[in-house]
């Protein structure tokens, strides 16, 4: 699992997930694994933390067994829940040829987390991929580079249970200090 820690208790008790308006302003970018999901319990989570932007980086957006979750389908389902949808799988998708770690220097790699961190700059993103668990994921390694860049990486696992690394839950989110 690495460097990362569970931060618990993110909600207080009761709380009926209140989104916070700031996100996109607190330089936080979520991520999260679509896994076994139904497509209700998928944007209820990503409702729960005031999502309202979805950045795909599954470099082929299909899936057989959970056909709601197939490019069409989610970018469909965004529309109907009011988010955005923006497909980045041919610039942060995994499965290269030489390799992800060697594919991460390349122009297209650098120019998809630049997309991703202007899309964050206006609305709070979550960065989606197939693994429930990020340390499975490609979105890890992503995550560890937005992360170098200044950016606070959450990795959604649960309604209640969230995922980041040491760095980030000791770094200050933009305006706290």
């Known amino acids: 699992m690495g460097p990362l820690l569970e931060i618990k208790g993110l909600f207080p008790p009761g709380?009926?997930?209140?989104p916070d308006k700031s996100m996109a302003k607190a330089r936080v970018i979520h991520t999260v694994g679509t896994s076994t999901r139904?497509?209700?319990?998928?944007?209820?989570?990503?409702?729960?933390?005031?999502?309202?932007?979805i950045v795909d980086i599954r470099?082929?957006?299909?899936?057989?067994?959970?056909?709601?979750f197939s490019k069409e389908s989610l970018q469909k389902a965004c529309k109907w829940q009011g988010l955005d949808y923006i497909w980045l799988g041919d610039l942060l998708g995994g499965f290269r040829a030489k390799g992800y770690?060697?594919?991460?220097k390349s122009e297209s790699y650098l120019k998809g987390l630049a997309q991703v961190e202007e899309i964050s700059r206006r609305e709070p993103v979550v960065?989606?991929?197939a693994e429930r668990f990020p340390w499975k994921c490609h979105r890890l390694q992503v995550a560890r580079d937005l992360?170098?860049?200044?950016?606070?990486v959450v990795h959604i696992i649960e309604r209640d249970r969230v995922w980041a690394s040491k760095e980030?839950?000791?770094?200050?989110?933009?305006?706290?200090e």
């Open 38 to 53: 139904s497509r209700d319990e998928f944007f209820r989570l990503l409702n729960g933390y005031g999502i309202k932007a």
């Open 147 to 152: 992360e170098a860049k200044g950016w606070k």
């Open 101 to 104: 770690e060697s594919y991460r």
């Open 168 to 176: 980030a839950v000791n770094t200050p989110i933009l305006g706290e």
């Open 15 to 18: 709380d009926p997930f209140e």
């Open 59 to 68: 470099r082929f957006p299909k899936s057989h067994r959970y056909p709601h």
């Open 127 to 129: 960065l989606v991929c």
